[in-house]
């Protein structure tokens, strides 16, 4: 997987199978049984076979190494439901992880590819990408995210986009706020650093 500047795995990087997506695909009624692959340049890097009961699921999950495909790795993995509070239930992943001897547990909507193993996130010990950046790298993916939602153009240089029809003059008005201030920290360091090169000298 791929690492980040502090030497850890990140999510981003990681197959991984949401409770949510496969009780809303139906793969989580007793009986079930579901493929799933995850694919690289056009090519499949893993694959899962889900087979689900009344209170768990089955996996086997298996790694594909340039078209060649590894043994299967099989475990089981137990689903939690809290009900809610209109009717019906959520489910949840019980992360079947074991950090120092002790048995993780934890309520999770997904579970990680790693090491041939799905486990939670704090058990394979992941970070989100996002965590390694600095300030001016989450200030230009943050404008980036405003001007997608505004318009197709995230080229920064290009004038902020117009409000959208349909949307409230006010919720417009909150973006572009926020979008040019992200933008202003992002690059008036940059900006600066120009203008005094560009500048004539005294």
């Excluded at 809303?24 to 009961?53: C, F, Y």
């Excluded at 996996?59 to 340039?66: G, I, Q, V």
Aim: with cysteine.
């Amino acid at each position: 997987g791929r690492r980040t500047g502090y030497g850890r795995t990140t999510v981003e990087s990681c197959p991984s199978i949401d409770v949510n997506r496969l009780n809303k695909e139906g793969d989580l009624l007793p009986g079930t049984q579901s493929n799933h692959h995850w694919t690289s340049n056009g090519e499949t890097v893993a694959s899962i076979q889900i087979r689900a009961g009344a209170d768990h699921l089955r996996y086997f999950y298996r790694e594909h190494n340039s078209g060649r495909k590894r043994e299967a790795v099989g475990g089981v993995v137990h689903i939690a439901r809290t009900p809610c509070r209109y009717g019906g239930s959520r489910p949840y992943f019980v992360c079947p992880g074991v950090v120092d001897g002790v048995h993780c547990g934890r309520h999770v909507v997904k579970l990680y590819g790693l090491r041939r193993s799905f486990r939670c996130r704090h058990c394979h010990r992941l970070v989100y990408s996002s965590q390694s950046e600095g300030a001016r790298d989450r200030k230009t993916r943050r404008a980036n995210k405003i001007r997608r939602r505004l318009s197709s153009e995230t080229n920064m240089a290009a004038p902020f986009p117009k409000r959208p029809k349909g949307m409230w003059q006010r919720t417009y008005d909150r973006l572009r706020a926020e979008g040019l201030k992200a933008e202003a920290t992002a690059f008036g360091p940059s900006l600066r650093r120009l203008e005094e090169f560009l500048a004539p000298p005294i």
